[in-house]
Nanobody
Framework: QEQLVESGGGLVQPGGSLRLSCAASGLTLDDYSIGWFRQAPGKEREGVSCISSSDGNTYYADSVKSRFTIFKDTRKNTLYLHMNLLEPEDTAVYFC?????WGQGTQLTVSS
């Protein structure tokens, strides 16, 4: 059974860093384009970053470019999102997505 489990969320001060993880089971990340989305209170879910399955290129939303880094560990079949210089506007529930599968989400709160 395909499953994605996110972890690593929490409370971080502005300017801080955090790394989210998404452990996949029942599917192989290398076979898909994979990515991170987020949903802030009262807002629609938006794409944050993704890795293309066709060429391995990475893509970022303008709001996170140069601050966030997406990468995967093929051996662990896990997707990561490393986030630097966090801002209060980054506060949201973060979801990983692979094909039609979604994780349950992990909450990130950026606040002093």
């Amino acid at each position: 059974q395909e499953q994605l489990v996110e972890s690593g969320g929490g409370l971080v001060q502005p300017g801080g860093s955090l790394r989210l993880s998404c452990a996949a089971s029942g599917l192989t990340l290398d076979d898909y384009s994979i990515g991170w989305f987020r949903q802030a209170p009262g807002k629609e879910r938006e794409g944050v970053s993704c890795i293309s399955s066709s060429d391995g290129n990475t893509y970022y939303a303008d709001s996170v470019k140069s601050r966030f880094t997406i990468f995967k560990d093929t051996r662990k079949n896990t997707l990561y999102l490393h986030m630097n210089l966090l801002e209060p506007e980054d506060t949201a529930v973060y979801f990983c997505n692979v094909d039609v599968y979604w994780g349950q989400g992990t909450q990130l709160t950026v606040s002093s």
